[in-house]
């Protein structure tokens, strides 16, 4: 793995295109590259890996600051935002490289290899439509032939996103007669196809939970597909960092503090789901969420308790004190090596548990769920606890997280996601789906800085990025056709 790492970036430049424009393509055309004839699909396969992980890293910084997950220097909140990066790395280096894989893939009868392209694709379109609302696909990658490429709709892309999934589906369950097989290029599963397949289930049913409340699928839906997903945390979808390389959250975040540079810092909101604040441990045996210390780190005075920073605020904690919770070196998520995540099996539980509360007739304030929710609901905190390493017998066994099937409500299920989905970008997805709802994650309050802010966008939430100024300046007449303003929700949350 180490070794093809290493060789991402240099495959990453030599097939990278960008069909937005004329102007657009003559900025980011790399000067090294070659005709992407000369490049097999083990070639594409592990810059596109690495282009999506990063994808994902990138928005997370920027909506990380609304979901109020960390702020610049702790307590600074983002504005609105391009996602600039997320961008680049979608249309410079993923499209075009799946659909290099995908055609070479049919040209050889290496249907695996096709089927692990149109899953990658799949979750990236989504990205950007979950970030853009709509966005350029069906002529996205048709080069020079189509220099100001139409934008498809959050609804088109939807659909050609769970298609693409289903034709994954289908061609992972069939015979791949073609000798090709996928190898270590593959730095998520190593040619695993089975888990390929139960990734493809998996992030289809994360799409198709977005969906619920469009009619356009049921919670029963989302059920049936959940059912073939991830069946373990081995299964989990991520992209782990060699001894040599350093995963950005570190660097950006551990490094720089160190160094006296820009960093962030975990805000109140994720203490407050972990340190008893937003949900009082009633046994009288759990201070805090066993989690919290392998996440963060408590830099206040021996017994203080931890204290987030509060969104928007000036250093301050809940309480008025200064806050003094800090990312952890060598936490789970912000060690020199730690992995890049997509989606986990983690997930795939609250997935199910959200939906079977759904199926049976829950909303954002009824109590009471049925055994399958309530199963899911703690096999999730389950492999959360597992993965990072906690003992969470005791946490599991607090009568505030074992609340028992009668007394299951949706917020429980949202809390417990919201921790194990931690710095992924889908907790976006999942605060706008509810309209950012305090009955849904307890004590969520919009950001300081809006309540004085003589900003247009005071006092509103951030509820989709704005596109970049690239694509702007290359494209104009198509992206004001397109255009909203950063407070609009994209289609799906309508």
């Known amino acids: 793995m180490r070794k093809v790492l290493k060789n991402i970036f240099i495959g990453t430049l030599l097939v990278g295109i960008m069909a937005c424009s004329d102007d657009y393509f003559d900025v980011n055309t790399p000067s090294a590259s070659v005709d992407v004839e000369d490049l097999g699909m083990s070639d594409l396969l592990g810059p596109v890996i690495h282009s999506t992980l990063y994808a994902q890293y990138y928005a997370e910084t920027v909506v990380g600051n609304y979901t109020q997950y960390f702020g610049g220097y702790g307590y600074a909140a983002a504005g609105y935002s391009e996602l600039s990066a997320t961008w680049s790395e979608i249309y410079l280096y993923i499209l075009p490289n799946t659909e290099a894989i995908k055609n070479k893939a049919e040209e050889t009868g290496a249907i695996h290899y096709g089927a692990i392209a149109e899953i990658l694709e799949a979750a990236n379109i989504g990205l950007a439509a979950d970030m853009w609302d709509n966005i350029p696909f069906t002529e996205a990658t048709d080069g020079t032939e189509n220099p100001y490429p139409n934008f498809d709709t959050q609804e088109e892309v939807y659909a050609s996103a769970i298609n693409l999934l289903d034709s994954a589906i289908s061609a992972l369950l069939s015979e791949d007669n073609s000798n090709i097989s996928v190898g270590d290029e593959d730095l998520i599963y190593g040619g695993d196809m089975d888990q390929w397949l139960r990734a493809a289930y998996t992030i289809k049913a994360r799409l198709q939970l977005h969906l619920i409340y469009k009619g356009v699928y049921s919670a029963s839906d989302v059920l049936t597909t959940i059912e073939n997903g991830f069946t373990t945390v081995d299964d989990d979808f991520l992209l782990d960092f060699p001894s040599d390389e350093l995963n950005p959250w570190y660097a950006n975040n551990v490094l720089t503090r160190n160094t006296g540079n820009y960093y962030r810092a975990p805000n109140d909101q994720i203490v ?221 949350a309508q």
Do not use: C
């Open 272 to 492: 407050g789901m972990m340190n008893g604040n937003s949900y009082p441990f009633e046994s009288g045996i759990v201070d805090i969420d066993p989690r919290l210390p392998i996440m963060f780190q408590n830099e206040g005075a021996e017994g203080d308790p931890w204290r987030g920073f509060i969104n928007g605020g000036e250093g301050e904690s809940f309480d008025g004190e200064d806050a003094n919770t800090f990312f952890k070196d060598g936490g789970y998520y912000t060690n020199a090596t730690a992995p890049l995540i997509l989606i986990t099996y983690a997930e795939a539980m609250f997935i199910k548990a959200e939906a079977a509360f759904l199926a049976n007739g829950g909303n954002e304030t009824s109590v009471g769920a049925n055994n399958t929710a309530y199963e899911a609901y703690m096999d999730g905190i389950a492999a959360s606890m597992e993965k990072l390493g906690a003992e969470g017998t005791d946490y599991m066994a607090d009568t505030s997280v074992d609340v028992g099937v009668g007394n299951l409500m949706l917020n429980h299920i949202m809390k417990e996601k919201y921790i194990a989905n931690y710095l992924n970008v889908e907790t976006y997805n999942d605060f706008r789906r509810y309209d950012f709802s305090s009955d849904v994650f307890m004590d969520l309050a919009l950001r300081l800085e809006g309540e004085g802010d003589d900003s247009e966008y005071a006092g509103q939430w951030y509820r989709r990025a704005v596109y970049p100024d690239s694509e702007q300046n290359s494209n104009e007449d198509v992206v004001n056709a397109n255009w909203q303003e950063p407070t609009v929700d994209v289609w799906w």
